[in-house]
């Protein structure tokens, strides 16, 4: 693993203070702190505990990043492995329907079934579709107030992509377009 190289600034001052307290003799007094006195050797384990969360970041961090890294290699892999175990199951159990509803999304097109919550019930899985209603607004848009109600984002008209709001309907008799 390769540690990442952000130091935070707090700790070189964590460090300077560990070095401070092992300079002192181990026959010290202890020091009193707002909750409890504590001896030099207890100071430096405290401060270090601190070093090592700062440490475990950076350490989890680039494990997190070789991981991404490693994925994002092996995706062609798996890919290409997917479509041939897929085209595999096709070739040996490609006419038997319940066999290829094993394997998931290789089956034939057909609408997949799957049980319901009473034993012996067949329940058919029903895909629907939601359809924004488009309003107009009497806004002009960012394309240049040519479209009412367009939301394309566009700065210039001619990029533009979309069709105006009035071009999908016919106009009204004795009016021309929008």
Known sequence: MKPTNTVHSLEPKLQAIIQGYKS????????????????????????????????????????????????????PDGQAFYEEAKAVAKKHFGSDPKMMSRFGDCSSSK??????????????????????QVTESESTSSCGGEHRGCDCGESKPPRCARKPPCAKKKPPKGRRGC
Do not use: N, Y
């Open 111 to 132: 609408p997949r079934k799957r049980r319901g919550a009473c034993e012996g019930e067949v329940v058919e899985e029903v895909t629907t579709t939601v359809i924004e």
């Open 24 to 75: 002192l003799p181990s026959e010290h007094p202890p020091f009193v702190f707002h909750t409890q006195p504590l001896f030099a050797h207890e100071v430096v384990i405290r401060v270090q505990k601190v070093l090592d969360t700062f440490e475990a970041v950076r350490t989890t961090r680039a494990a997190h990043e070789e991981a991404l890294e490693r994925c994002k290699q092996s995706i």
